[in-house]
């Protein structure tokens, strides 16, 4: 339900004439239903007075978000958006929705919400029935790519707030040059590690300077030893990576060629692998659904190391573990440096009718206070480069230093634009760590992806 | 009731039906009427999208909207295309297996349950709870117990110093896992159907039986099985059909792999349509596949009558 | 397996004929043996519905949590915003189970006992319509629900009709009701036309009433498909407030982490209405799932 510091948050709004009880009563059922409308909803009803309703032009603005677009403040306008499901229905993003149409009188925010792996099935119904949605949370460049993304190069110049940005955050959004969308929150992977179990089989823990091949000889001390040395993952995702942190990639830079089965990436799968089915001191990876076992491993203290994004930390400190984390290892060589990024953009439909006010809410959703909570209540970190000066955000923890260094060189796993060289790159991953050969794995697959990806 | 009658018999007499007497004629109107609702709504929800389906596969369909006419080309390469081929063998193997584990193991609880003793009644509602609760829970708690480092099963076996098994890893383990699970399930649901058939044969004839000498296993095999030959050819041929349209337990489990070896049909078509965005393609393997069916089942349906 | 326990259970009862406890017995220790193995991941689901967070994931894996919550099911009904959800599930089964058992065994009657030319042509075509794998249906149901004529733009889309009507009648439901019927006496229909009734109400007062055990399979069936539909509520609701509990359950299942026993405990709130469903309907399992095997010969 409500507590008391939402409610008189909310009276407050409603008596200083900032909500309307239009809006207030909306907002009240999202929470709750009819329970919510009963009992707070009548309190808070009695206890506004005479709203003053914000007429044309405009009305207030939060400090530190966009001014007043006077483009879009004319006609009545319905933006249709579609979020992630465990951001739709944050208190960051609830906030924004009312302060977004308390500043924009005459657009209402129509917003529904879907499990991630979901959306790209409702971008295509949504496209496919010809009414696309205004705002999508996904991927940018891959939809870029497809050919439902609007491309939004003429909005971006105009607001001309590019340089904000982390700068690789915005390859989330760009495809062949062009730019599909604003980055909304990122993250990479890096190395987290248990360092009780470390010493308790003699292995020195891993140190942002340390190779692929030195930490294979660091986790061989746990061959026999009843635990693993690492939870191994064969998801796409991770394993790009992996492959990004040796210097290769699984696309040329002009993103019109797979590149699967370069040398150095070969290298670092093979390596990887080998960790599993030959070393013995790797997990066996899991199919599918249960991706999330490498960290399984890792909080029932059955692994030492983790190669995994910032979402597991708050589980790690809570189960007890005495962690330490670093950047990944600097490739097979120790002369590279690399990861691979994630977080999500939003993004326009193509052919929506409301691309300057979709634009105008994306813009809201990358200001600094909202993006400063949405790391302090969602833990999901910023692409804007000044967040990362303030204090509060907890950039300080030890824990977390690695991953911003880490942030700076990550990339995002572009091979995902092509679904069918996205399958070709999983098999190929999932069978080198069954047992398959690392160079014929990859190989095979950049056959398949190289009829796809054109 | 009676108002009913009267414009039946005027339309009757309008459609002048040559050589039918008009009460007949009013009969067959109203058992059109009878009909009615039920084949409009399976036409226009079930038959229309197919025609439809089949038009799509005609085109390169683009979801951008580029559709290009190309014929017949999708189906001259779902010809060639060595994976939907092996989708159709990996179903077809799913299908026969699962379906022959699955009704022997419902048959055999049936004649289990179905005897009179006490409480028996007890176990046949709780057989049933497997089918009851959704696919996608079901198959994430096999996906759990299965899981090959910290899952039970492999816990029990590593106890029993059998060691782990790669129930989820290898391909051909994968597709006999499925198999199990799908049995399982086949056999929670398959269970009141065995037993109600067993139940519907004449204890007059088992009396006979046992006044003639006949043991238990006789009598099973020659009075109950064949009783209840219409009820197998039933749950077999349904069994069938419905191995083609498991996709939920697929994308949970196995998501098709490894290496393409849980690659059922269906989960090929979605991943065409759906993933690779190749709707007119995936148009096309779904009526291949839809012809395949059909084949299979009336191919049945002759073994039966034969 | 089955085959071979029956078997042997079988010829135990054969030669031990007189003495029925020590084959009762056995009966017993399969039927619980069974009972295990139908229902062990079921009170794994329940305990993992139990575990705190902490204790999700440990080794030596644990079935029953040491510290069990119930708190998980209250997270779950809230986080999973079960409240609207099962209201739009029950809104979505309870529709569909009235237009099967009406339309069916509407349709069942007449195919069962009246003549009429083409009814072996349609029902030929109901049986087809069997066969036709929902996924495969999707993109053009979800085309021509967007472009339903007379009605605004959308269509059916995001409607509780978009997400019913496809089927709203299944080939199972007239298929059950015309093999329960074909299985009734021809001279009841004879018999209330004698007394002037006409076919309605022959099929009203005197059919339909004798159909109860079949009504409540197809009562059954069309609301155990209903409630677990996940793909078809996904593709046409696009507004949340018409998201079915399949849908909710799976907003558990997060983009890296998986909330796994609040998914639990939530597919074990899912699951109980329809066992409650279930439990109330079987005993009229027995008198009309025997009926199916008949008349399939043709």
Redesign the interface.
Same mark, same amino acid.
């Given at each position: 339900m409500m507590d008391e510091r939402e409610f008189d948050r909310l009276a407050e709004l409603v008596r200083a004439g900032h909500l309307s009880r239009r809006q207030l009563i909306d907002y009240l059922f999202r929470l709750g239903?009819i329970a919510a409308l009963a009992g707070p909803g009548i309190a808070l009803l009695e206890a506004c007075g005479n709203q003053a309703q914000p007429s044309g032009g405009g009305g207030p603005v939060p400090a530190g978000y966009p001014g007043i677009n006077q483009n879009i403040t004319g006609s009545k306008i319905t933006l249709h958006i579609?979020l992630?499901?465990?951001y739709a229905n944050e208190a960051p993003f609830k906030d924004l929705y009312v302060a977004f149409q308390r500043a924009y009188p005459n657009i209402t925010l129509?917003v529904?919400?879907?499990?991630?792996?979901?959306i790209p099935?409702?971008v295509?119904?949504?496209?496919?029935?010809?009414?696309p949605i205004d705002v999508m949370h996904q991927h940018a460049f891959e939809f870029g790519h497809?050919?439902?993304a609007e491309n939004v190069d003429d909005l971006w110049s105009k607001w001309g707030k590019l340089g904000d940005f982390l700068p690789n955050s915005l390859k989330d959004v760009t495809w062949g040059g062009k730019k599909y969308g604003v980055p909304l929150d990122v993250n990479c992977m890096f190395t987290v590690y248990n360092k009780d179990l470390l010493a308790q089989v003699g292995a020195n823990p891993p140190t942002s300077s340390m190779t692929w091949p030195q930490l294979r000889q660091e986790l061989l001390k746990f061959a026999g030893k009843g635990i693993?040395g690492i939870g191994l993952s064969n998801s796409a995702w991770n394993n790009s990576g992996y492959v990004h942190s040796n210097g290769g990639d699984l696309l040329n830079a002009q993103q019109n060629q797979a590149t699967i089965n370069l040398p150095q990436n070969v290298a670092v799968i093979k390596l990887l692998n080998e960790l599993g089915w030959k070393d013995k001191v790797g997990?066996?990876p899991?199919?599918?659904?249960?991706?999330?076992?490498p960290?399984?491993?890792f909080?029932?203290?059955?692994s030492a190391v983790l190669l995994?994004?910032p979402?597991?930390l708050p589980?790690i400190r809570?189960?007890g573990i005495n962690v330490g984390t670093t950047e990944l290892p600097k490739g097979m060589g120790g002369s590279t440096n690399g990861s691979v990024q994630g977080g999500g953009s939003l993004f326009i439909g193509?052919n929506s009718k409301n691309r300057e006010a979709a634009f105008e809410f994306m813009k809201w959703a990358v200001a600094v206070p909202h993006q400063v909570r949405m790391i302090k209540e969602m833990g999901r970190w910023s692409v804007i480069k000044s967040v990362y000066s303030d204090a509060s955000i907890g950039a300080n923890d030890p824990l977390v230093q690695p991953y911003f260094n880490q942030l700076k060189t990550a990339t995002p796993y572009t091979l995902e634009a092509y679904?069918?060289g996205d399958?070709a790159w999983s098999?190929a991953v999932?069978?080198a760590y069954?047992g398959a050969d690392a160079q014929q794995a990859l190989d095979n697959a950049q056959k398949v992806a190289s009829a796809a990806v054109k | 009731m009676r108002s009913r009658v009267v414009p039946a018999r005027l339309l009757a007499s309008r459609l002048a039906w040559p050589a039918v007497s008009s009460a007949r004629r009013r009969r067959y109107l109203a058992a059109y009427a009878f009909v009615g609702p039920a084949l409009v709504l399976l036409v226009v929800f079930a038959v229309v999208p197919m025609y439809y389906s089949l038009w799509v596969s005609l085109f390169d369909y683009g979801?951008?909207g580029s559709n290009e006419f190309t014929g017949l080309a999708n189906y001259l390469h779902a010809l060639h295309d060595q994976l939907f081929w092996k989708s159709l063998g990996v179903t077809s193997i799913y299908a026969v297996c699962s379906a022959a584990l699955g009704l022997a193991w419902a048959l055999g609880l049936a004649a289990l349950v179905t005897q009179r003793l006490p409480f028996m009644g007890w176990f046949r509602i709780l057989y049933f709870i497997p089918s009851v609760g959704s696919i996608v829970a079901v198959a994430?708690i096999w996906?759990?117990m299965l899981?090959?480092?910290?899952g039970l099963v492999n816990y029990w076996l590593s106890l029993a110093h059998v060691g782990k098994l790669?129930f989820?890893?290898?391909a051909r383990w994968a597709l006999g896992s499925v198999i199990f699970i799908g049995a399982w399930i086949g056999a929670s649901y398959n269970l009141p159907i065995y037993a109600a058939g067993i139940e519907s044969v004449s204890r007059e004839l088992f009396e006979a039986a046992q006044l003639d000498g006949a043991r238990a296993w006789q009598r099973f095999r020659h009075i109950t099985l064949p009783s209840i030959a219409p009820i197998t050819r039933y749950t077999v041929i349904m069994a069938i059909i419905g191995s083609f349209q498991v996709l939920g337990l697929i %994308?949970? =489990?196995?998501?098709g792999?490894?290496?393409?070896g849980t690659l059922f049909t269906i989960k090929y078509i979605w991943?065409q349509g759906? %993933?690779? =965005?190749h709707l007119g393609y995936a148009s096309a393997i779904s009526l291949f596949m839809l012809l395949f069916l059909f084949l299979v089942t009336w191919q049945q349906l002759r073994a039966g009558r034969a | 397996m089955a085959a071979v326990a029956s078997r042997s259970r079988l010829a135990v009862r054969g030669r031990f004929r007189r003495r029925r406890v020590p084959t009762a017995a056995l009966s017993y220790a399969l039927a619980v043996f069974f009972l295990i193995v139908f229902l062990f991941p079921f009170l794994y689901m329940f305990g993992t519905a139990l575990k705190p967070?902490?204790e999700?994931?440990?080794?030596p894996p644990r079935v029953l949590p040491n510290n069990p919550v119930w708190t998980d099911f209250i997270a779950a009904w809230n986080g999973a915003h079960f409240?609207?959800y099962f209201l739009n599930s029950t809104v979505v089964a309870a529709v569909s189970v009235v237009t099967n058992v009406l339309f069916g065994s509407m349709a069942g009657y007449a195919f069962a006992r009246l003549r009429f030319p083409g009814r072996n042509l349609m029902f030929l075509l109901v049986l087809a319509t069997l066969m036709i794998p929902n996924a495969v249906l999707i993109?053009p149901l979800?085309?021509m629900m967007?472009d339903v004529p007379l009605t605004d733009?959308?269509g059916w889309?995001n409607t509780y009709q978009g997400i019913i009507l496809p089927t709203a009648v299944t080939g199972f439901s007239i298929f059950l009701m015309r093999q329960f019927l074909a299985g009734l006496p021809m001279d009841l229909d004879e018999q209330a036309e004698i007394d002037g009734c006409n076919l309605f109400q022959t099929y009203w007062h005197v059919i339909l009433p004798l159909s109860r055990p079949a009504l409540a399979i197809i009562a059954v069936f069309t609301a155990l498909t209903r409630w677990n539909d996940y793909t078809w509520p996904?593709?046409v609701a696009?507004?949340?407030d018409l998201y079915t509990v399949q849908i909710g359950l799976?907003?558990f299942?997060?983009?890296?982490?998986?909330v796994w026993n609040l998914l639990m405990a939530g597919a074990v709130i899912a699951a109980v209405p329809m066992f409650v469903v279930y439990a109330v309907a079987q005993p009229y399992f027995a008198q009309s799932l025997s009926a199916l095997g008949t008349g399939i010969k043709e």
């Open positions: 239903g579609l992630a499901q465990d129509k529904d919400n879907a499990v991630w792996e979901d099935t409702k295509k119904t949504a496209a496919l029935g010809g009414t497809i050919g439902l693993f997990s066996n899991t199919p599918t659904k249960r991706q999330d076992e960290t399984a491993l909080l029932a203290k059955q995994t994004g979402w597991d589980d809570k189960g193509k679904p069918e399958k098999d999932a069978g069954n | 979801i951008a994430t996906l759990w899981d090959y480092n910290l790669p989820l890893q290898d %994308d949970v =489990l196995t998501n792999g490894p290496d393409n991943e759906w %993933d690779f =965005l | 967070n902490t999700i994931y440990t080794w409240s609207r993109v979800f085309l967007k733009p959308g889309l996904l593709v696009n507004n949340p799976a907003g299942v997060h983009t890296h982490v998986a």
